[in-house]
């Protein structure tokens, strides 16, 4: 079973509709979770970063962690075409960073 | 801020040749970490380095050379390039244990 696992899609939504992008872990020692959103042609970026679990929000950003399910989800709400991009999860386990390989998003005008 | 700094953002080389990938960062960050990310692959760790002088391998090491001399700079050493090495290659730091890290814009080889 791999250590973190998420559909690559490419996931196409209209603009304006909320978002769920989704990570599933196998190991229930990772802490510090993680969302990177990466544009085409450019390096990961860091969007949301949390510990705990329950639900963290920036703007239009939401973090949700699971722990006890070992899941983790990103919504973004009133999606813009800005937003399409692949969103890798990532999460910390020893000092150790293990990341998604990445969901495709596709904000339809 | 210039962050996280990678030099060159393109570059083709023939099998056999050898090259240097550089980055360098500004935030004073002990740990630094190189990538190559590949379609349906996802990022894999290469080396890594927790500070000057200390350096060690990642997932995917084969191929590849790294040395730390200054907290700054963390040059990645392709020694005889293959096929198999074309990729998009990412440099990332990052501050005290379990904080997020910063990457860079990357650097796109292909190796013909």
């Known amino acids: 079973q791999k250590e973190v696992e998420q559909d690559p899609g490419p996931l196409s939504v209209p603009e304006g509709a909320i978002v769920s992008l989704n990570c599933t872990y196998s190991n229930s020692a990772f802490q510090y979770f993680m969302w990177y959103r990466q544009y085409s042609r450019k390096g990961p970026e860091l969007l949301m970063y949390?510990?705990?679990?329950g639900n963290k929000e920036d703007g239009r950003f939401t973090a949700q962690v699971d722990k006890s399910s070992k899941y983790i989800s990103l919504f973004i709400r009133d999606s813009q075409p800005s937003d399409s991009a692949t969103y890798l999860c990532?999460?910390?386990?020893?000092?150790?960073?293990?990341f998604g390989k990445g969901t495709r998003l596709h904000i339809l005008p | 801020n210039a962050g996280v700094t990678q030099t060159p953002k393109f570059q083709v080389l023939k099998t056999g040749q050898s090259m240097t990938l550089q980055c360098a960062q500004d935030m004073n960050h002990e740990y630094m970490s190189w990538y190559r990310q590949d379609p349906g692959m996802g990022l894999r760790l290469i080396h890594y380095?927790?500070?000057?002088?200390?350096?060690d391998q990642g997932e995917v090491p084969n191929g590849y050379n790294v040395s730390r001399s200054t907290t700054e700079d963390f040059p990645l050493r392709l020694l005889s390039a293959a096929p198999s090495q074309t990729s998009v290659y990412f440099c990332?730091?990052?501050?005290?244990?379990?904080?997020?890290?910063?990457f860079g814009n990357g650097t796109r080889l292909t190796v013909t």
């Open positions: 380095s927790v500070g000057a002088g200390i350096t």
């Open positions: 990332a730091s990052r501050g005290q244990v379990n904080s997020p890290l910063h």
């Open positions: 949390t510990y705990s679990s």
């Open positions: 990532a999460m910390f386990l020893d000092d150790k960073i293990i």
